[in-house]
């Protein structure tokens, strides 16, 4: 297996890996890495290690060096020099009178090139504004759209959940999002609720719906009869996922209540008590047969 050394760059959560050479490191030390950009300064948050193939992009690119305090000086000045370019190079879109919003700059390492990003609604000619603005700048001019999630991880801020955006905190990649996701986690369906920042379907509907689908193999239907722990039955009024919990409607005579069960403690139709089946060589009470087999069973 390859040896490799994790860096992370300004802005992005995303680990990249490079070959590590002769050096000693530190983690949270800084290091000059080659990228398809040219000369780039890096955080290193994973100390050389052996990684599987399939995770390596060929060919590995080398640390140059680590970074001394004169690069660590001049990154800075480089940042610094970033965010006054945007505030620059958005009085000129606007005297361009192109229909484009800058969203942010960045330098390469030597300051040889400006990258700025930003989003539009349509393709835009900007031929115009790369001559404009490099007359500016006194370098080259990279122009990159980008789209709104794309916007969000780069700004971030704090999403519904009242935590910082996961694109701009840890999430490395984007993943697609559906309604279906939402309607198994037992979320609402008003696209105002489940959407982020971005406006597009929140992140977090993706990466953690094989915990909801996995739970509801095990959970019963609202309205099912189950049987409690006294062995009264009721109804299935609700369901936590997180808690694995049941909340259960009980009739007795001419009154009803609501209680909360453990979904190990009930029994119900097609399973024992545990929520699984009866075959057995189930392990950390999950069920070895899939919830299509449980429900054909039930009928």
Not at 6 to 23: D, L, Q, R, S
Not at 48 to 53: D, I, K, R
Not at 232 to 247: D, M, P, R, S, W
Request: proline share 4%; net charge neutral.
């Amino acid at each position: 297996m390859p040896k490799v050394i994790g860096v992370k760059f300004k802005k992005n959560p995303k680990t990249y890996f490079f070959a590590p050479g002769e050096f000693e490191y530190k983690e949270g030390c800084g290091v000059l890495v080659e990228t398809a950009r040219g000369l780039e300064y890096g955080m290193v948050t994973m100390l050389p290690s052996e990684v599987e193939e399939k995770h390596v992009v060929q060919p590995l690119k080398p640390v140059i060096r680590l970074a001394s305090d004169e690069d660590r000086a001049l990154a800075q000045r480089m940042e610094a020099r970033a965010q006054d370019a945007v505030k620059i190079a958005a009085e000129a879109v606007e005297k361009s009178g192109l229909d484009m919003r800058l969203s942010d700059a960045e330098y390469t390492f030597d300051g040889s090139k400006l990258i700025l990003y930003f989003t539009a609604d349509n393709r835009v000619d900007f031929r115009d504004l790369v001559r404009d603005l490099a007359s500016i700048f006194k370098a080259r001019i990279e122009l990159r759209q980008i789209g709104s999630r794309d916007e969000c991880k780069i700004k971030g801020g704090l999403g519904p959940c009242g935590r910082a955006c996961c694109c701009s905190a840890h999430l490395a990649d984007f993943e697609d999002a559906t309604i279906k996701m939402a309607k198994t986690q037992g979320l609402s369906l008003n696209p105002q609720k489940i959407s982020g920042l971005c406006g597009r379907l929140m992140c977090c509907l993706a990466y953690e719906n094989d915990y909801y689908a996995e739970v509801n193999k095990r959970m019963p239907k609202l309205g099912a009869e189950v049987e409690t722990p006294g062995g009264l039955k009721g109804t299935v009024a609700g369901v936590h996922q997180l808690k694995e919990t049941v909340n259960v409607k009980i009739i007795e005579k001419d009154s009803w209540r609501f209680e909360t069960f453990p979904l190990a403690e009930l029994k119900f139709k097609g399973k024992t008590a545990g929520g699984c089946c009866k075959e057995g060589g189930c392990k950390d009470g999950g069920c070895s047969k899939g919830a299509e087999d449980l429900e054909k069973e039930a009928e």
